[in-house]
C-alpha cells in the first residue's frame, strides 16, 4: 500500500514572496502520478499540477512548480510570487497505474498574507 | 452547470438513522469514486465504481454501502450513521485509461459535509 507524508501542517508567506511544501511518499511501484490539489475555503478540490513518474523533467504550471526526486521519494511544489488567493490547503497526492485509487496526504495548511 | 454534483451539500442527522449521500456527473465518465475527508487526514477512498455493474472496496468502505444507478450517478449509504463518521464526503469522476501510462484526472464534485449527532 502506498503512503503519502506532508510533515508541515501550517505553512505561511508573505505576498508575492515564494514558498516550497513538501511531500514524501513510499511504493513500490516503478510507474505512477503524482499530484498536487489546493482546497480552499470553499472545499472544492482543484487539480493544480501533475507529474507522471516516467518523467524526469519537473513539471510547471504557470507559478507552481514541483521539485520531483524518484529515488528520494519526495514530490515539493514551489509556489513563486504567491498571492492572497493562493491561500488554501494543500494536498499531495499519489495515483497508482490503475487510476483506480488517489491516496493524498495529511495536508498542509498555507497562509499567505498582505 | 457544474459537471459533478452532490446532494445534499450539508446534513445533520441522528445516530442510528440511515442516510443516503447523492452524486450525479454530466462529463459522461465510467469510473467514479467515493472519499471522505477528515482533518489532518486528507481524503480516504471509501468505494470506486469502473462501471455499472463493478463496485470496488476502497480503504475504509466498513460502515459505508454504494449503489451504481446508472453510468451518471453513484450513492453512498450510512445504513446506521454513527458519530465517527461526521466528516466531509466527496465524490470524484474519471475517464477510462485509453492506453498504457495515460494520465486520467480525477474530477470531484463540492463535497457535502455530514453531521452526526
Known amino acids: 500500500a502506498q503512503t503519502v507524508t506532508q510533515s508541515q501542517p501550517e505553512m505561511s508567506v508573505q505576498e508575492a514572496e515564494t514558498v516550497t511544501l513538501s511531500c514524501t511518499y513510499d511504493?513500490?511501484?516503478?510507474?505512477?502520478?503524482l499530484f498536487w490539489y489546493k482546497q480552499p475555503p470553499s472545499r472544492q478540490m482543484i487539480l493544480v499540477i501533475r507529474?507522471?513518474?516516467?518523467?524526469?523533467q519537473n513539471a510547471t504550471e504557470n507559478r507552481f512548480s514541483v521539485n520531483f526526486q524518484k529515488a528520494a521519494k519526495s514530490f515539493s511544489l514551489k509556489i513563486s510570487d504567491s498571492q492572497l488567493g493562493d491561500t488554501a490547503m494543500y494536498f499531495c497526492?499519489?495515483?497508482?497505474?490503475?487510476?483506480?485509487?488517489?491516496?493524498f496526504g495529511g495536508g498542509t495548511r498555507l497562509m499567505v498574507k498582505p | 452547470d457544474a459537471d459533478v454534483t452532490q446532494t445534499p451539500r450539508n446534513r445533520i442527522t441522528k445516530t442510528g438513522k440511515r442516510i443516503m449521500l447523492e452524486c450525479s456527473q454530466t462529463?459522461?465518465?465510467?469510473?467514479m469514486y467515493w472519499y471522505r475527508q477528515d482533518p489532518g487526514l486528507g481524503l480516504r477512498l471509501i468505494y470506486y465504481s469502473f462501471d455499472v455493474k463493478d463496485i470496488n472496496k476502497g480503504e475504509i468502505s466498513d460502515g459505508y454501502s454504494v449503489s451504481r444507478q446508472a453510468q451518471a450517478k453513484f450513492s453512498l449509504s450510512l445504513e446506521s450513521a454513527i458519530p465517527n463518521q461526521t466528516a466531509l464526503y466527496f465524490c470524484a469522476t474519471s475517464d477510462l485509461e485509453t492506453r498504457q501510462g495515460t494520465y486520467n484526472e480525477q474530477f470531484f464534485g463540492p463535497g457535502t459535509r455530514l453531521t452526526v449527532l
Open positions: 497526492a499519489f495515483m497508482n497505474i490503475a487510476g483506480n485509487m488517489l491516496t
Open positions: 507529474q507522471e513518474a516516467y518523467k524526469q
Open positions: 511504493t513500490s511501484e516503478n510507474n505512477y502520478y
Open positions: 462529463k459522461g465518465h465510467d469510473r
